[in-house]
Nanobody
Framework: QVQLVESGGGLVQAGGSLRLSCAAS????????MGWYRQPPGKQRELVAA???????NYAASVKGRFTISRDNVKNTMYLHMNSLKPEDTAVYYC??????????????WGQGTQVTVSS
């Protein structure tokens, strides 16, 4: 089994910054793609940013230029640096990772989510 533990969420004023972390633990052979998703109140989950094991990234248009996704493959940890936060960034942010736990098994995992609230 693999666990994803998120941290770093909280309350921040508009224009502020926040860094989210996602630490993977358990039976990990390697982690393939990772990504951050968010779900605003009353809306569907959406992809915020994704990063491959090699470091290639892509971003939702709404966050491009403000957010930066990164990962530390030694620590099995992914980060989301959020700058110039807006009230519309308010959401539960979820970590997602495709994890190979053995040469014969690969699964997709989700973190429990961390609340980010941006006040105006």
């Amino acid at each position: 089994q693999v666990q994803l533990v998120e941290s770093g969420g909280g309350l921040v004023q508009a224009g502020g910054s926040l860094r989210l972390s996602c630490a993977a633990s358990g039976s990990i052979f390697m982690i393939n793609d990772m990504g951050w998703y968010r779900q605003p109140p009353g809306k569907q989950r959406e992809l915020v940013a994704a990063i491959t094991s090699g470091g290639s990234t892509n971003y939702a248009a709404s966050v491009k230029g403000r957010f930066t996704i990164s990962r530390d493959n030694v620590k099995n940890t992914m980060y989301l640096h959020m700058n110039s936060l807006k009230p519309e960034d308010t959401a539960v942010y979820y970590c997602n990772a495709e994890v190979r736990s053995s040469p014969w098994r690969v699964n997709n995992y989700w973190g429990q989510g961390t609340q980010v609230t941006v006040s105006s």
